[in-house]
């Protein structure tokens, strides 16, 4: 793969969903990736959208979760190796099926997790702030919006 100059044309990405992925694993395929001459890697998660098919409402736990192991992996990585993370929002899952989580009941997903990734992680305080940026008196994590 070196000899092949790929690694200086493209930059991989790295794509998970779930909220509970091997976070060594992802560290593991990083530093492979670099062997194989990558300079750069990116992340890719999602805020919406990936968790079902026919899913109405999104569940921003589940998300939460899948950034914070995002965030491990970051942390144990070779910081100048990794160029950033991609938050997907899926509103179907190929080109036949139904929209799923329209974009309006998703928009509390994103927000936590952006403020997540830009504090580090995730806190009373940064659902406050959140909460509080949404105009919303209560953030439902585990369960669905009201």
Sequence with gaps: LPESGVPQLVEPMIWDYAADFNVESKVLL?????????????????????TGVNQCLTLIGHHLKNHLQWLKVAS??????????????????????????????????????LQALKNGGYSEKVKENVEKLLGMSN???????R
């Excluded at 990083?30 to 959208?49: D, L, P, T």
């Excluded at 993370?85 to 509390?108: A, K, M, N």
């Excluded at 953030?139 to 919006?145: A, G, H």
């Design 139 to 145: 953030l439902e994590m585990d369960t669905f919006m």
């Design 76 to 113: 144990n990585s070779p910081a100048d190796v990794i160029q950033g993370i991609v938050l997907t929002g899926w509103q179907r899952y190929d080109h036949f099926s139904v929209l799923c989580e329209l974009f309006p009941v998703g928009i509390p997903s994103l927000a936590v997790c």
């Design 30 to 50: 990083i530093e492979k990736y670099h062997r194989c001459g990558f300079s750069k890697v990116w992340f890719a998660s999602a805020f919406k959208g990936a």
